[in-house]
């Protein structure tokens, strides 16, 4: 059983190193099999979830170098299945990205996703429960909208969430580059 274990821990020391090979020229933060996206500065958290386009790609290069597909520059190249993957996976660690940011901002509770490794979360993903989406953090309670989002049902809830990811992002990036 150790032995399966300590398999386990290269495995994903493995899968960092090559997820985090380009992170390591762009960010000082300390990458490893370990770091969660609380870990994350905030100029590290401010650059990727910056609007900019070609930023997905830096989230294509972790994700791919951690599934073993290649470089990021390789995204084109993969077969549509894929690719699609690929797209799956990146748009949920940019959603928790953002959350992240909402969360230093005080405007959202901490999800249960803050908890995980960044590495944990791009190679599990699909081994989550099928139709199981991750839950969207709750407003905090110290939110001026907080009773409003409250009154909501669960169903309204998560787009009340989602509408305020664009302003979130931009007080963020605004309050880390001011």
């Not at 960044?118 to 991750?134: C, M, N, T």
């Not at 969430?161 to 309050?175: E, K, L």
Request: charge should be positive.
């Amino acid at each position: 059983m150790a032995e399966i274990i300590h398999l386990e821990s290269v495995r994903l020391r493995q899968a960092a190193n090559r997820g985090f090979k380009n992170w390591a020229r762009h960010f000082s933060d300390k990458l490893d099999e370990t770091t969660r996206i609380v870990d994350l500065s905030d100029e590290t958290l401010a650059f990727l979830v910056s609007p900019e386009e070609q930023r997905i790609f830096l989230l294509y290069d972790f994700i791919m170098g951690v599934r073993q597909l290649g470089k990021g520059s390789d995204f084109f190249s993969l077969d549509k299945t894929t690719k699609m993957e690929v797209v799956d996976v990146s748009i949920f660690l940019l959603d928790q990205l953002r959350f992240e940011c909402m969360h230093r901002l005080r405007w959202l509770v901490a999800s249960e996703t803050q908890r995980l490794p960044i590495v944990q979360l791009a190679s599990q993903y699909e081994s989550r429960p099928k139709g199981r989406r991750p839950a969207v953090p709750e407003l905090h309670p110290s939110h001026p909208r907080y009773y409003e989002f409250r009154s909501l049902t669960e169903f309204e809830r998560e787009p009340f969430i989602r509408r305020m990811i664009p302003a979130a992002v931009q007080q963020f990036i605004s309050r880390v580059s001011g």
